[in-house]
């Protein structure tokens, strides 16, 4: 009797010390988003002077995307000596977007695409070198991220 | 507590409503001595705690309170004094403050500490800093919660929690009046009828003016607890009723990117000859830009931003202010900005909601100063009845032994033997050591004689 009992408590001991756990979709009970998602693709070099292209493809993780609500690009150079303010990439089709640039000095760059999307709005920002980078420019880089400073927002 | 067939002996033939009431005696005097310190102690920290705003505020005016100006400098800027002070350091957090005459707060992690840095933000520079183990607010916490010990405190802490609500069932099955004399003795204390009746009144009336609110507290602290609560989120948020996944347990959604779309930040150590390449790529969004993305979805001033730590982390905006329904989670991509997941009061299921009110009620910050005041009377009340309690028994105790009645074995008191193990169910950790206590009384208690004596057993 007592062997008994002794084996049930020890049963319902291991089976509510072995606890319950989360379920791995259980974000899909509560809300959703639908957040915009841009690959960037450009050339793997770039030569100062030369004309290059810029494209950025939107995509959403349940539909696929005709026209986004807007996107635009912008370019600076990390020190804001050379800033081309945003402007509205050329729609190819597709949830594809493009715009040409053609950079007059080497070093170290910066594209930002700004796009939004039913509700959804994304700031993607690609670093990109023109050239070759300045031992000034490499060294910015080590230091981490870089510094922001006021220059894309006075545009919104 | 006692099994053995010595009982049909040693206590006088009695009905069984009799023995049953002696049971519930013995298991609330048991419990109730037990578990006495721990009650006082959280009673004591809680109350504390309900004012940790206005403690704080008092305590860190310095750090906290700044004169406007016109114009704050960007949160980069901010960022940069804390880099220039703390070269080595990691920033894990930033706090903007929820008003224009309040500090903004970087948290950091130097190699051996966590450190709040408070900035001027109109200025950029530096107000001073706390060591976080040094904030006697979080002490105060960390007792409550967990005894400052851990998983084991935590544990502690819910078994006090626990056996509490078994002190209130069994108190109130003793408290039951049996037949209507009225309500001297049973609401209102009857202090003029000997000292041994005032004694008994002083601590069961009492109890039952609080035991609303007792209850109350400990099913709203319960959530919290490491065990229970734990898996009572889990269960809970799997229903789709309880919190999304992430606002109190469960993973962040992750910044989604592949690596070679990452741009690498050089090593001091590597030359010029980097692969272009891979400096090419995304980089992070600063905080900054996420400051204005708080801004533009809209958020509880008091927010905070946790700074992600590993390449596919994201940023979490976090507010739990005083009322429920302000509170809000908002994870980020780390590198496109996107809100992957923006998750409010009102995206709570029904179980989470009610959970949330819960817990700003517990804190006493939902309704302010009338909810601090009504918690803090509870607490008082609790530590009350807990020292009237002690203090019946050990007037009561003989010299030698426990005190406790002779009672009848748990598992021969059908009624309450079911009751309790309703409760050991619910509670499993209650569970557990009603079997510990039945293990000890059965390998020890029953055993040994000078101890059998001693527990009138």
């Known amino acids: 009797m007592r062997k008994r009992r002794l084996l049930l408590l020890s049963i319902f001991c291991i089976s509510i010390l072995s606890a319950c756990s989360l379920r791995s979709d259980a974000a899909d009970l509560y809300k959703q988003e639908n957040p915009l998602q841009v690959e960037i693709a450009m050339p793997d070099s770039i030569a100062a002077q030369e004309t290059f292209t810029m494209q950025a493809v939107l995509t959403?993780?349940?539909?696929s995307i005709e026209e986004a609500n807007f996107v635009h690009f912008e370019v600076w150079k990390h020190d804001h000596s050379i800033h081309l303010p945003m402007e509205e990439a050329t729609f190819l089709g597709k949830g594809v977007y493009e715009m040409d640039f053609q950079l007059e000095e080497e070093g170290l760059y910066y594209l930002e695409v700004h796009a939004g999307n039913n509700g959804s709005i994304v700031s993607p920002r690609q670093q990109f070198i023109v050239g070759k980078l300045s031992e000034a420019e490499l060294n910015t880089l080590k230091e981490g991220p870089v510094k922001e400073q006021e220059s894309s927002e006075k545009h919104h | 507590m006692n099994t053995g067939k010595t009982n049909a002996v040693k206590s006088p033939r009695k009905s069984s409503g009799t023995n049953t009431y002696r049971t519930i005696w013995r298991w609330h005097l048991y419990a109730g001595v037990i578990f006495a310190p721990l009650l006082v102690l959280l009673a004591i920290?809680?109350?504390?705690?309900?004012?940790?705003?206005?403690?704080?505020?008092?305590?860190?005016?310095?750090?906290?309170?700044?004169?406007?100006?016109?114009?704050?400098?960007?949160v980069s800027e901010q960022l940069e004094e804390v880099n220039r002070l703390y070269p080595d350091s990691v920033v894990t957090k930033y706090r903007p403050g929820e008003n224009n005459t309040r500090s903004s707060e970087v948290t950091i992690n130097t190699d051996s500490e966590s450190l709040t840095v408070f900035i001027n933000p109109y200025t950029g520079k530096s107000m001073g800093q706390l060591n976080n183990e040094d904030r006697i607010m979080d002490k105060i916490e960390e007792i409550h919660g967990e005894l400052m010990a851990g998983t084991v405190g935590d544990r502690l802490v819910e078994l006090a929690a626990c056996w509490a609500i078994v002190l209130l069932v069994t108190g109130f099955l003793l408290w039951f009046p049996k037949k209507t004399k009225g309500l001297a003795g049973v609401l209102f204390p009857r202090l003029r009828k000997g000292k041994k009746i005032a004694m008994r009144d002083l601590h069961v009336v009492p109890a039952v003016w609080i035991s609303g609110g007792l209850l109350f507290l400990i099913l709203t602290g319960l959530p919290w607890s490491g065990f229970w609560g734990d898996n009572f989120q889990a269960i809970t948020t799997n229903t789709g009723e309880g919190y999304p996944p992430s606002v109190w347990i469960g993973e962040a959604p992750v910044s989604d990117l592949e690596t070679k779309d990452i741009a690498e930040v050089p090593w001091a150590a590597e030359t010029l000859d980097v692969p272009v390449s891979k400096l090419q790529g995304?980089?992070?969004?600063?905080?900054?830009?996420?400051?204005?993305?708080?801004?533009?979805?809209?958020?509880?001033?008091?927010?905070?931003?946790?700074v992600p730590q590993e390449?596919?982390?994201?940023?979490?905006l976090s507010v739990f202010p005083p009322k429920a329904e302000d509170e809000a989670t908002i994870h980020i991509d780390q590198y496109s900005g996107a809100v992957l997941a923006d998750y409010r009061y009102d995206n709570y299921g029904i179980i989470g909601k009610v959970v949330a009110w819960g817990i700003t009620l517990h804190k006493g910050s939902q309704f302010g100063l009338i909810n601090q005041l009504a918690s803090l009377a509870i607490c008082l009340g609790i530590i009350f009845v807990v020292i009237s309690g002690i203090y019946l028994w050990w007037k009561r105790k003989p010299k030698k032994g426990m005190g406790g009645p002779a009672a009848p074995a748990l598992f021969k008191t059908k009624s309450f033997l079911l009751i309790m193990i309703v409760l050991g169910i619910v509670f499993p950790l209650v569970g557990i050591s009603i079997a510990a206590v039945w293990l000890f009384d059965w390998m020890i208690v029953q055993r040994i004689s000078s101890v059998k004596r001693w527990f009138n057993a």
């Not at chain 2, 900054?288 to 801004?295: E, G, L, S």
């Not at chain 2, 809209?298 to 927010?303: D, Q």
């Not at chain 2, 390449?311 to 979490?316: E, F, K, R």
């Open chain 2, 282 to 306: 995304l980089v992070p969004q600063s905080l900054d830009q996420i400051v204005k993305i708080a801004d533009r979805e809209g958020i509880y001033p008091s927010y905070s931003i946790f």
């Open chain 2, 45 to 74: 920290t809680g109350s504390i705690y309900l004012f940790k705003a206005e403690i704080e505020e008092v305590l860190y005016q310095d750090y906290y309170q700044v004169a406007p100006q016109d114009e704050k400098v960007p």
């Open chain 1, 60 to 63: 959403e993780p349940t539909a």
């Open chain 2, 311 to 316: 390449p596919d982390g994201v940023y979490t």
